[in-house]
């Protein structure tokens, strides 16, 4: 079940595409271990992945670090083509105090 989701943008030649992002309910496994996927709908393709923990909050953060790191980390970021609400503005996703000087606009000030 899908809980969680944003729509990025990417500037191209031509016009805009949408960057669809999915996060999914953290699931209990039978090793008590938590799991929760999400989505990221890249112009190559659709990647999937999955951050886990010892309970649902802790894998849901760890999902939501994972994919801030996935987005600054992108070639797409990179390039400055990326964008959520407005160019430079930030991706509203957390990241690990190792990628923080990647972060801009608004992530910047408040994450």
């Known amino acids: 079940m ?3 989701s944003r729509t990025l943008k990417l500037r191209k030649v031509g016009g805009e595409i949408e ?3 999915k996060v999914f309910a953290p699931e209990c ?4 271990a938590w799991e929760c996927r999400y989505e990221v709908a890249w112009p190559e393709g659709l990647r999937s992945y999955a951050g886990w923990g010892a309970d649902s909050v802790q894998a ?3 999902t939501l670090g994972m994919i801030g790191a996935e987005l600054y980390s992108s070639n797409y970021h990179k390039s400055g083509d990326l964008f959520w609400d407005k ?3 930030g991706y509203g996703f957390p990241v690990a105090p190792t990628l923080r000087d990647l ?3 608004d992530d910047a000030k408040y994450l």
């Not at 496994?29 to 008590?32: A, F, N, P, R, W």
């Open 19 to 21: 960057i669809s992002i």
């Open 29 to 32: 496994h039978k090793d008590g």
């Open 60 to 62: 849901l953060l760890i």
């Open 2 to 4: 899908i809980i969680a």
């Open 87 to 89: 160019p430079g503005n």
């Open 103 to 105: 972060l801009q606009g």
